[in-house]
């Protein structure tokens, strides 16, 4: 077992509960949490290093700490969450882990959620540097949609949104994850010497529409292609972020391919303890009667209405 581990993404509720499970495995002596904001309040056993995606904090603290052992969860960013940030943010990992001469075993946390690009770019890179490092044992976790009681995410906006796009003539089914079971699998994956990628999804799926309907949202059927302009807005920041999660939650997370999370099961000789329906259900059960996000303002809905009708 490493005697160092370090975890990246530690604001996160997730990535903290990960690094305080992995710090107390015998013959641990060091987790350290990398992040440009800290772990929550109550974490404890974790060392935390601040982290700016813009100069060589990371490469300095990988090498310093001399970690064997390296997670990575994801990293805050003080401007929010971002999509250049994030793949720039797995890009310096990749890169700390290939110039450190102590790190034996990466594990990264993909999302089937993803841009299918930016999901591409993440596999390319990793696969890049298992060439590179053959010495390195890697695995990649396609995490499906992460929900639970704790869990702020783009899909998680996207339900909480008063106004909730869907694209019209389709009721996708979505395969969920609960947070507990996201964090076993990556402690389970971390702490065995399995490599390649693997998809990580309770086996069954619920329809969206069920799920909508649970927690009180009101669709807005548009055409596929008024989805596409909404998520090129996003995309080049001309909205704010609960919209930009909507069109990346209805056009991508939703609509994406079905998941097969049996290689994994075999591999890990496990399976979550909740399925999609139950781990939808933690999460309605935790919001109770909260009120509804903002959502689409009336441009954003303007600017979809324009795009069905080919203005």
């Not at 909740?274 to 509804?292: I, L, P, Q, W």
Request: aromatic share 4%; glycine share 10%.
């Amino acid at each position: 077992m490493a005697r160092v581990v370090l975890v990246t993404g530690v604001s996160s509720p997730l990535a903290a509960g990960v690094a305080q499970t992995l710090g107390k495995e015998p013959g641990v002596h060091r987790v350290i949490g990398a992040d440009s904001a800290p772990p929550p309040s109550g974490t404890t056993g974790v060392e935390y290093q601040h982290v700016d995606l813009h100069d060589g904090s990371l490469d300095r603290i990988v090498a310093e700490s001399g970690a064997e052992l390296v997670l990575h969860l994801g990293l805050d960013t003080l401007k929010g969450p971002n999509r250049e940030d994030d793949l720039l943010g797995t890009m310096r990992v990749l890169g700390a882990a290939q110039r450190s001469s102590t790190v034996r075993r990466l594990v990264v946390r993909s999302s089937a959620t993803l841009d299918a690009d930016d999901a591409a770019e993440v596999e390319r890179h990793t696969q890049g540097l298992q060439r590179r490092r053959p010495d390195l044992s890697v695995a990649v976790l396609r995490f499906a949609n992460l929900i639970g009681p704790s869990v702020d995410t783009p899909l998680t906006r996207y339900m909480d949104s008063r106004v909730v796009p869907t694209v019209m003539g389709r009721d996708p089914r979505v395969q969920f994850l609960h947070e507990d079971d996201g964090a076993e699998a990556l402690v389970r994956m971390a702490l065995s010497d399995r490599t390649g990628s693997f998809d990580v999804s309770a086996a069954d799926s619920v329809p969206l529409s069920r799920c909508l309907r649970r927690i009180g949202g009101q669709r807005l059927p548009v055409p596929a292609r008024g989805l596409r302009v909404l998520r090129g807005v996003a995309k080049h920041g001309r909205i704010d972020y609960a919209s930009s999660s909507a069109a990346r939650a209805a056009g991508v997370g939703l609509t994406a391919s079905r998941l097969d999370p049996a290689p994994l099961y075999s591999a890990l000789d496990w399976a979550p303890s909740y399925s999609s329906a139950e781990a939808f259900e933690a999460y309605a059960h935790s919001r109770g009667g909260s009120s509804r996000g903002a959502g689409l303002r009336p441009a954003h809905v303007f600017a979809l209405a324009r795009a069905t009708l080919g203005r």
